[in-house]
């Protein structure tokens, strides 16, 4: 049912979009605001300047398990990869291949290890035209992850986890 609402009418709302009015749709630039300065990035700048670790593993398909690593059981000769966090027991084949990697990032006022997620360095590879396949062989990927080191990044720090990066396209080919 859609109504006429009156104002200071309370109304309690269940399902609803909000939609603009033209007040609010003035205040949105477009493209004929162009006017040629750079978006200011409010994410601060730092250099990943080494590799500590690298680890590909297969991961729970549930979105709801955050792309947890799945551990390797053995149940009457029949191996499994099982999710502590959801319980679920998964086939090698159904689960998803992701990657952590521990790297040396050097900021304006600090110098720390951190942790990068798949996302993150699918970013920095496909940045410099490389390929961001994920292998099992650790050694294979230090190696890839190697060839773009140092890199200058902009991020988002939660805890000790990169969540949101930025950089340059340079093709290293």
Do not use: W
Not at 71 to 93: Q, V
Not at 126 to 141: P, Y
């Amino acid at each position: 049912m859609v109504g006429t609402i009156e104002k200071d009418q309370l109304v309690k709302l269940t399902n609803c979009r909000f939609f603009p009015n033209d007040e609010e749709l003035d205040d949105v630039s477009s493209d004929e605001d162009n006017n040629d300065e750079p978006a200011t990035l409010q994410m601060p700048a730092g250099t990943i300047l080494a590799v500590f670790e690298v680890d590909p593993y297969l991961s729970c398909s549930k979105s709801s398990c955050n792309n947890t690593k799945l551990i390797t059981l053995k149940e009457e000769n029949h191996y499994y990869m099982f999710c502590k966090h959801c319980t679920g027991r998964y086939n090698g084949s159904s689960a998803n291949t992701f990657l952590r990697v521990i790297v040396l990032l050097e900021g304006e006022e600090m110098s720390k290890k951190v942790t990068i997620f798949a996302p993150q360095y699918k970013k920095i590879m496909q940045s410099r035209g490389l390929d961001a396949t994920i292998v099992f062989d650790k050694e294979e990927m230090l190696q890839r992850i190697m060839k773009v080191i140092p890199v200058e990044i902009r991020y988002t720090l939660i805890n000790n986890t990169v969540k949101d990066i930025v950089l340059k396209r340079t093709n290293l080919n």
